[in-house]
């Protein structure tokens, strides 16, 4: 069993950047592809960036350029770095564990809202 909790969500301008964390539990966070997904209001559940156990990310041509996942295995702790942001970009951003897909966990979400 694996819990996840986001953290970093909040209220930026556009233009502005914001560092949202995902902590895990467990002793086996080095072996799990981590990701982040999100959801804007009305809208289906998106895939926004993900790494793998071995460090090699990917991202969604949304985001690309703009946004930076990295992982501290030593913390248990996922980070997505979000700069030059939209509102288009906001939404409950969530942190997702996956193994196998048996193997799969969800954080509770963090709310961004890019505003004037």
């Known amino acids: 069993q694996v819990q996840l909790v986001e953290s970093g969500g909040g209220l930026v301008q556009p233009g502005g950047s914001l560092r949202l964390s995902c902590a895990a539990s467990g002793s086996f966070f080095r072996i799990y592809t981590m990701s982040w997904y999100r959801q804007a209001p009305g809208k289906q559940r998106e895939w926004v960036a993900g790494i793998s156990s071995g460090g090699t990310t990917n991202y969604a041509d949304s985001v690309k350029g703009r946004f930076t996942i990295s992982r501290d295995n030593a913390k248990n702790t996922v980070y997505l770095e979000m700069n030059s942001l939209t509102p288009e970009d906001t939404a409950v951003y969530y942190c997702?564990?996956?193994?196998?897909?048996?193997?799969?966990?969800w954080g509770q979400g963090t709310q961004v809202t890019v505003s004037s």
């Open positions: 997702n564990a996956l193994l196998r897909p048996q193997f799969e966990y």
